[in-house]
């Protein structure tokens, strides 16, 4: 019976040049009694060590506890699903890029920490701090051991930590009134007393999650840091969106190169309790299930040009409506200055947009509206190649494969 539930899953990942980790890598296997259907080793097009290409058949119970057994050993893993039959259709390639299908899923990818995480790089300003250091390792563990649906730890932060936020919350606070869109200046006052937003007090993850949830059904995920982009754009098709818990390191408070909770709470959370905004937040989300990995590529610029770094244009001015402009101590007044570039928002101009990760953005998108930016992606995102389309059930909380009408 087991048996007949099983499916054929391929995991892809990297090993040193010794044959020792790669028996260690495939220890979880022996000891989940998982059998072995194909392993195929060749040298990595990055590094010096070898990508390993594991096919197995696994039940999606026990695909969780293997990749997460598996990933403590070598770290990140990308999961395919081998000439799987989506009720009746065949996968045009011979792999289809895995994806969740049940919110439960997302534990299998949203711990894919790919960097920073509990792992600094020289350059990071807390890289030398052994005590900043120690602190991300404890944050990461509670992200790394969290199961979706649990509450969310609470974390009680230190007086360096809200001394940081201080400074960004009022910093920023006084700038939103004249260079954040409408939507984020209704939802963003609603959160003083509802998740206890304050100078002196960084909110509860788990406060806003339940908030959010009320709102418009999005929910926060802790995760220990950057994850990969097929993981982070599947799980806002759940609506769910994952969020860091760390703070960025107190030399440096305005000024992270990566999300930290100041990122997530004062930039990403107030427009997630707006209806239009939610919307278009989750069809990005699931228009990259099942994509290949040139789409994601695609829709994570899509992604950072309108959730990250968007305006939008009201009364004939521009108004800063991403994230990353909402919490950047000097780009949300670079970005409605007159030393700023626009172009009106567009998907196909987006997509292949290229763009720096630090530093000010030397282009912006400009929107008429969410509820227009909706509709573009959607028209947008019939041009993705898929053989199928999906759709979440929110009384289920999971995504419904259908198929294509013939000649579609």
Not at 7 to 29: G, H, M, R, S, Y
Not at 36 to 56: A, G, I, N
Not at 383 to 388: A, E, N, R, S, V
Request: aromatic share 12%.
């Amino acid at each position: 019976r087991s048996q007949k539930m099983n499916k054929d899953f391929c995991l892809v990942f990297t090993v040193t040049d010794e044959v020792q980790n790669l028996i260690n890598a495939l220890e979880p296997l022996k000891e989940l009694c998982i059998p072995l259907k194909h392993l195929e080793t060749r040298p990595s097009k990055t590094s010096s060590s070898h990508d390993v290409f594991l096919q197995l058949p696994c039940s999606r119970a026990v695909l969780p506890l293997l990749v997460g057994k598996m990933r403590a050993i070598v770290g990140p893993i990308t999961i395919f699903q081998t000439n799987e039959l989506i009720r009746g259709v065949q996968s045009e390639s011979h792999c289809t890029p895995w994806f969740p299908r049940c919110i439960q899923d997302l534990d299998i990818s949203c711990n894919n920490v790919i960097k920073y995480g509990d792992q600094l790089t020289p350059d990071h300003a807390g890289y030398g701090d052994p005590v900043y250091r120690e602190r991300r390792r404890y944050i990461a563990s509670i992200a790394n051991n969290y199961r979706q649906g649990e509450p969310i730890p609470k974390l009680e932060y230190t007086k360096e930590e809200l001394d940081t936020w201080k400074v960004i919350f009022n910093h920023q606070s006084k700038l939103y009134p004249a260079h954040a869109c409408k939507e984020y200046n209704e939802q963003f006052p609603a959160l003083f007393s509802a998740c206890h937003y304050r100078e002196d007090n960084i909110p509860q993850v788990e406060d806003v999650s339940q908030y959010l949830k009320s709102r418009t059904g999005y929910q926060l995920r802790p995760v220990a840091g950057w994850i990969h982009s097929r993981d982070f754009l599947a799980a806002l098709a759940f609506r769910v969106f994952p969020t860091t818990q760390y703070i960025r390191h107190h030399s440096k408070p305005k000024y992270t190169p990566e999300p930290d909770v100041c990122h997530e709470l004062m930039g990403h959370v107030p427009l997630f309790a707006n209806a239009s905004f939610a919307q278009f937040s989750q069809e990005i989300g699931l228009a990259s299930l099942g994509a290949s990995d040139e789409w994601i590529e695609k829709l994570s610029s899509l992604y950072w040009f309108t959730i990250e770094f968007g305006l939008c244009m009201e009364n004939g001015q521009p108004k800063a409506y991403g994230a990353g402009l909402l919490s950047s101590c000097e780009e949300l007044s670079f970005c409605v200055s007159d030393q700023a570039k626009y172009e009106e928002f567009d998907c196909t101009r987006a997509v292949l947009q290229s763009y720096p990760t630090s530093g000010l953005q030397p282009l912006y998108f400009v929107a008429k509206s969410f509820d227009d930016m909706t509709q573009k992606l959607r028209e947008f995102a019939k041009t993705i190649p898929k053989l199928f389309t999906v759709t979440y059930d929110p009384a289920t909380q999971g995504i419904q494969v259908v198929d294509m009408p013939c000649g579609y």
